[in-house]
Nanobody, 124 residues
Framework: QVQLVESGGGLVQAGGSLRLSCVAS????????MGWFRQAPGKEREFVAA????????AYADSVRGRFTISRDNAKNTVYLQMNSLKPEDTAVYYC?????????????????WGQGTQVTVSS
């Protein structure tokens, strides 16, 4: 069974940075793409970023492109989300998610495995 455990959330002032981590277990990590999603209060869960199994391809939501960077370390079974220039509108619970394929996917419906989420709060 695939398990995902996020860490690294917290409270930060606008303009600050945070790095989220997600450790995966239960299958061969390097065979699959990985993604990050977020959900703000009263809003639907939305795509943030995704990375291919090798790390050679990445994708970002327009709202975070140029500020966030997704990366992975297959030797550590870990995917990261470096978040810079944070804005109050980035406040949300951030979820690590794993699809069943190796390619990048934008739809949360195609990610069967999810972490518990980590809260990110950006104050103005």
């Amino acid at each position: 069974q695939v398990q995902l455990v996020e860490s690294g959330g917290g409270l930060v002032q606008a303009g600050g940075s945070l790095r989220l981590s997600c450790v995966a277990s239960g299958r061969t990590f390097s065979n699959y793409a990985m993604g990050w999603f977020r959900q703000a209060p009263g809003k639907e869960r939305e795509f943030v970023a995704a990375i291919s199994r090798s790390g050679g391809a990445t994708a970002y939501a327009d709202s975070v492109r140029g500020r966030f960077t997704i990366s992975r370390d297959n030797a550590k079974n870990t995917v990261y989300l470096q978040m810079n220039s944070l804005k109050p509108e980035d406040t949300a619970v951030y979820y690590c998610a794993a699809p069943d394929g190796s390619a990048i996917d934008y739809s949360s419906h195609r990610y069967p495995y999810w972490g518990q989420g980590t809260q990110v709060t950006v104050s103005s």
